[in-house]
């Protein structure tokens, strides 16, 4: 149990403690079993990460009442009403009451599903997070957005609700695959350059370790990454002005995957093409070409996939599916950019020239 962090986050109705670590759910193992002693506990997760993972929930889900589990499909697909109206039913019909206990094992989609489950049944039950992906980890985990998406808008239904605890074992990155972990790891810079630019040297100075699934050298990343988001979050529970700092790529990165219908690209690899055109904006509005020249390089450096050929000649549709996001306000589209390494600025004020003719560059490279 060593190199472990723990974080705590206020929120409005209390504290979330986030543990950080190897073995940071062995960590946490009697809080939580103190946490179900007595409850109906349903643990929600996909097919292929309880078979992963599942056998090392036993021993606090033994302290249950007793326990269900249910299945979702894996990605975005379970982020679905009908997936959320079904988890709604099985819960009614295994018994669930406002005193019971709700786990999620899993990726972002999991959890995001999960929690808002746990915050509608009943008017709100208590539930934890244990993410299984980099990108949990480092933000869909952290700070009480949950939902599910529409066919018009990624996260387009939703609320907040807290975890009470997150736990983070980093020995669960090693069965990722490449691909998972450079998407995750898009999620980690994106914080870097805007909040914590020493965690943008640690990235760059172990990037071979992490794209190799190495938990150790996972550990000092994944927590700063926390309690770089942590940080802001605090100050800004429910994204009325710095948390918005987050959503950095996010703007053309759910359009695309919109416009895919939430296939063909990771979500953290939209992220990575979406901070390219956000760069491409932010330096033209005074960000020095350095600073974006260094990320360019480290996100060439991490690996981001081609864009799917049914994109490249798409920018006025990726314009109106960037108008649909949750993140526009009534004055138009709120872009968050680079002012400088470790500043970050939020603006409606980007023509819809200057932003269609610098995507149709960027779709075209």
């Known amino acids: 149990m060593s190199q472990l962090h723990q974080i ?9 403690r986030l543990t950080v670590g190897i073995e940071a759910l062995e960590a946490e193992r009697e809080p939580l079993a103190r946490w179900v002693d007595g409850r109906r506990l349903f643990l929600i997760t996909t097919e292929r990460v309880a078979d992963l993972w599942g056998a090392e929930l036993e021993p606090f889900l033994a302290a249950a009442l007793d326990h269900r589990v249910l299945t979702v499909p894996e990605g975005e697909e379970a982020k679905s009403l009908e997936v959320a109206g079904d988890l709604w039913r099985r819960l009614l019909a295994e018994g669930g009451k406002r005193d019971s206990r709700l786990v999620t094992l899993g990726g972002g989609s999991v959890g995001d599903l999960g929690g808002f489950v746990a915050g ?14 980099l990108l949990a980890q480092v933000d869909a985990s952290i700070g009480g957005k949950t939902g ?19 736990v983070a074992d980093t020995r669960w990155l090693g069965t990722l695959p490449a691909a998972e972990l450079r998407s995750g790891l898009f999620e980690v810079i994106k914080m870097a350059f805007l909040l914590d630019p020493p965690l943008l040297d ?11 699934g190495d938990a150790e050298a996972w550990v000092p990343v994944v927590a700063g990454a926390v309690a770089a988001k942590v940080g802001v979050v605090t100050r800004d529970p429910e994204e009325a002005d710095e948390r918005r700092l987050l ?13 895919l219908g939430y296939r063909d690209l990771r979500h953290g690899e939209a992220v990575g093409w979406g901070m390219r055109l956000a760069l491409r904006l932010s330096v033209t ?27 490249r000649t798409q920018s006025e549709d990726l314009i109106r599916w960037m108008g649909r996001d949750k993140k526009a306000r009534e004055d138009g589209i709120a872009w ?3 002012a400088a390494l470790g500043k970050g600025q939020i603006t409606t004020a980007v023509p819809r020239e200057e932003v269609r003719r610098e995507l149709e560059v960027l779709l075209a490279s």
Do not use: M
């Open 8 to 16: 705590e986050l206020p929120h409005p109705r209390g504290v979330c």
């Open 120 to 133: 509608c049944f009943l008017r709100g039950i208590e539930y934890v997070q244990l993410p299984t992906t």
């Open 148 to 166: 599910v998406d529409l066919p018009a808008g990624k996260n387009s239904v939703g609320l907040f609700h807290h975890p009470w605890r997150v």
């Open 202 to 212: 640690r990235v760059e100075q172990r990037l071979s370790r992490l794209l190799a």
């Open 247 to 259: 959503n950095f790529g996010h703007t053309l990165a759910h359009a695309l995957e919109g416009a």
């Open 285 to 311: 509005r005074g960000l020095p070409e350095d600073d974006a020249v260094r990320l360019e390089r480290l996100i060439d450096a991490i690996g981001l996939p081609d864009l799917p050929e049914s994109l």
């Open 336 to 338: 968050v950019l680079a």
